[in-house]
């Protein structure tokens, strides 16, 4: 039997958890999952990415035109769940994504509008992470201070509570703010910008 110490003991058993469910509402372009990314499709791409960053298994969270992006991409290599729910905001994804990992896994959380994510980011993650804590990628703004972004690495001892905070359009958000003493950024900006790609005139992020 296992006992309360497990996810302690389970380093690089981690479950990626891709964000994929909006409609992509002002981008106007339909649901980002669906976006062209160097001959794909965003979201084929991003979950290949997970993988390729170590992640033990993607679950892929879909919700707005889940029909449509199942018939339009191959994410045979992946875990492919609905969320019915997912107009009432992200954390109702983030609830099921979490879920649907394996309960001794640490979890990261990955959104569907960041192309900028890659291997690499994932892999420094992983490697940074340490036993009951947070784990966020952080990128520099302007003034070069670090801010946290996403992906994000749950250890498996605190998904749970995070679980349960998400709300609305917040995923770990209220968590992370009620325990700031458990969070690690790690810098990756020579990785990426971690920009979201909201507004048509970031369209330029998929070149």
Known sequence: MADSSEPLTTAGSTTAVLLAAGAGTRLG??????????GR????VLADVLL?????????VLGA???????ATDLSR???IDNPG???????SFRAGVAAAAPEDHVLVALVDQPGLTPE?????????RPGRATAAAYRDAEGKLQRGHPLLLDAGLRAEAAETATGDAGARVFLRAHPDLVDLV???????GEDLDSPDQLHLLD
């Open 86 to 92: 997912w107009d009432t905001g992200m954390g109702s």
């Open 65 to 71: 035109d889940a029909a449509t992006v199942r018939a």
């Open 121 to 129: 980011t994932v892999a420094r993650l992983l490697a940074a992470h």
């Open 52 to 60: 390729a960053g170590g992640c033990r298994e993607v679950v892929t």
């Open 29 to 38: 372009l339909g649901p980002k999952a669906l976006l062209p990314f160097h």
């Open 41 to 44: 499709t965003l979201v084929e």
């Open 187 to 193: 810098d990756c900006s020579d990785l990426s910008g």
């Open 78 to 80: 992946h875990r492919v």
